[in-house]
């Protein structure tokens, strides 16, 4: 089964420092993994996937992203914050394994970012 | 091209009404997606269209009928809802369901139900 784990539920940072946002997944089969951003009442923007190329990602507006099968982890990183970055921020594993090709979100961290 | 276009970006209906929401993408993907998302939680499957044939559908209730005229557009009928299904509705799509892969989101409908 899969499913996602998001440590934080909220994270709050300061412009110009480091984000990390954290997320577990539990898979059964290779998976692949990808992080969304949705800016309030706006749809889903993928920033990154995962599809057991390079286990590190990197994604658009500065954000990549390290998989490490060993953790079972996919955490999402950016050197220097943007107040354009506060949004929220879903992990999410698809169902590779089967023929549904589901996604699983993780809840969700929402990201503040502080002047 | 990445975009998934849907209209309207608001609606507002009555308990009685009957409404559609609308989602085109021209990516020449072959599998579209409703979802439904409440504030501050991630977005729930509602229905799977793959090759203009729907292949899943959530236990989603009768109110919501989605339609896939051709393979760009996909529908959801709306009638008699509640106002607990005011929430945004978002469309997706991706190449194949098949074999997962990356989906891409439209902007969303925000809709309520009075």
């Known amino acids: 089964a899969q499913s996602v784990t998001q440590l934080d539920s909220h994270v709050s940072v300061s412009e110009g420092t480091p984000v990390l946002l954290r997320c577990n997944y539990s898979s059964s089969y290779s998976p692949s993994l990808f992080w969304y951003v949705q800016h309030p009442n706006k749809g889903l923007q993928l920033l990154l996937k995962y599809t057991s190329a390079a286990t590190l990602v990197k994604g658009i507006n500065g954000f990549e992203a390290e998989f490490k099968k060993s953790e079972t982890s996919f955490h999402l990183t950016k050197p220097s914050a943007h107040m354009s970055d506060a949004a929220e921020y879903f992990c999410?594993?698809?169902?590779?394994?089967?023929?549904?090709?589901?996604?699983?979100f993780g809840r969700g961290t929402q990201l503040t970012v502080w002047p | 091209d990445t975009e998934v276009t849907q209209t309207p970006k608001h609606l507002v209906m009555g308990m009685t009404n009957k409404k559609s929401l609308k989602c085109e993408q021209h990516m020449g993907h072959r599998a579209m997606y409703w979802y439904k998302q409440k504030a501050k939680k991630p977005p729930e499957l509602m229905f799977v269209?793959?090759?203009?044939?729907?292949?899943i559908n959530e236990s989603v209730p009768s109110r919501f009928s989605p339609e896939c005229p051709n393979s760009s557009l996909l529908n959801l009928h709306l009638h008699a809802l509640q106002p607990e299904d005011s929430a945004l509705y978002l469309c997706?799509?991706?190449?194949?369901?098949?074999?997962?892969?990356?989906?891409?989101f439209g902007p969303g409908t925000r809709l309520t139900v009075l």
């Open positions: 997706a799509s991706s190449q194949d369901r098949a074999e997962p892969d990356t989906q891409y």
């Open positions: 999410v594993v698809s169902d590779r394994g089967s023929t549904l090709g589901r996604l699983y």
């Open positions: 269209y793959s090759y203009e044939k729907l292949s």
